[in-house]
């Protein structure tokens, strides 16, 4: 069973940083790729940020510039730092991993999503 366990979400004034962290625990044989997407009410979910093992990382345009995604492979965790936040970027944010715990067949699995709100 495998599970993607968000945490450091919470309030913050616009202008101010936050950084999520995401665990993936359970019977993990690989981890290909690691993001954030997020949905905001009455909005699609939508891609934050990406990053492939071993490869870059890649952006949404609203974020580039202001959110980091990074990854710790030896813990199978990945964070985004989230930093000069905006009202518009108030959402629910979740982790997302694409990995094999019996190789070679790779899943998508699902964290169950952190609220982000900032205030204006």
């Known amino acids: 069973q495998v599970q993607l366990v968000e945490s450091g979400g919470g309030l913050v004034q616009a202008g101010g940083s936050l950084r999520l962290s995401c665990a993936a625990s359970?019977?993990?044989?690989?981890?290909?790729?690691m993001a954030w997407y997020r949905q905001a009410p009455a909005k699609e979910r939508e891609l934050v940020a990406a990053?492939?093992?071993?490869?870059?990382?890649n952006y949404a345009d609203s974020v580039k510039g202001r959110f980091t995604i990074s990854r710790d492979n030896a813990k199978n965790t990945v964070y985004l730092q989230m930093n000069s936040l905006k009202p518009e970027d108030t959402a629910v944010y979740y982790c997302?991993?694409?990995?094999?715990?019996?190789?070679?067949?790779?899943?998508?699995?699902w964290g169950q999503g952190t609220q982000v709100t900032v205030s204006s």
């Open positions: 997302n991993a694409e990995l094999s715990t019996t190789w070679p067949l790779f899943r998508e699995y």
């Open positions: 990053i492939r093992s071993g490869g870059s990382p």
């Open positions: 359970g019977n993990i044989f690989s981890i290909r790729t």
